[in-house]
């Protein structure tokens, strides 16, 4: 079935770095593509979507671009900020048409002052 | 606008005890999952409902575990006995339509001695 397998966390930056978070997918055609975000003690919120190939996403800050040559959904921003402290996942739609989001593992990142 | 509720925030009990974690989903909405997340397992989809019926059950782990949700801004999951490896914390989302977009409740952190 469709999937999202992301990198292995913590990601452990100082403040002003720039973050880098990979995801890849394996999808029959081409879903719409999230990256959602949980802060501590809180549940998952969307940070940001595509919904088809070379799209761009953005929000707070952060990009990802939607590329289907290499089946990726990296997240980035250019200067983080201890407030990013936070697991995001990746995520696409259950295979089948389902509007069910399937979550990667998430990845854990600590930003430091 | 109220998002999604949970209660209790937090629930410590003992093992072989009844549990019931609360869910209001937001108002309009028509669909409504439970997650369970774990260090270990990540984010699993427990169960979700759609127009206050269950359509799909198959996470839920164990007959211990039931859900329901006798109307469109109330759900109920209710673990009778609990165990220790059901400690966890649970989420209830909610999705208008056929929305990919899902709405995180804060969750109940349940710890089971």
């Known amino acids: 079935g469709d999937s999202v397998t992301q990198m292995e966390g913590p990601v452990t930056l100082s403040e002003e770095a720039f973050l880098t978070i990979n995801c890849t997918y394996t999808a029959t055609g081409y879903p719409s593509l999230f990256w959602y975000v949980q802060y501590p003690g809180e549940g998952l919120q969307l940070l940001l979507k595509?919904?088809?190939?070379?799209d761009k996403g953005s929000n707070k800050g952060f990009e990802a671009t939607y590329r289907k040559e290499t089946t990726s959904f990296h997240l980035e921003k250019g200067s983080v900020q201890v407030s990013d402290s936070a697991v995001y996942f990746c995520a696409l739609p259950t295979s089948g048409g389902s509007y069910i989001p399937t979550f990667g593992r998430g990845t854990s990142l600590i930003v430091h002052p | 606008d109220a998002g999604v509720i949970q209660s209790p925030r937090h629930e410590v009990t003992e093992m072989g005890q009844e549990v019931t974690l609360r869910c209001k989903p937001i108002s309009g909405h028509n669909s409504l999952f439970w997650y369970r997340q774990t260090m270990m397992r990540g984010l699993e989809l427990l169960i979700y409902?759609?127009?206050?019926?269950?359509?799909?059950d198959s996470g839920m782990p164990e007959d211990r575990f039931s859900a329901k949700m006798p109307n469109a801004s109330f759900s109920t999951l209710k673990i009778q006995p609990s165990e220790p490896r059901d400690s966890a914390v649970y989420f209830c989302?909610?999705?208008?339509?056929?929305?990919?977009?899902?709405?995180f409740g804060p969750g109940t952190r349940l710890t089971v001695l």
């Open positions: 595509a919904t088809k190939a070379d």
């Open positions: 989302a909610s999705t208008a339509g056929e929305a990919y977009e899902q709405f």
């Open positions: 409902f759609n127009n206050n019926v269950p359509i799909d």
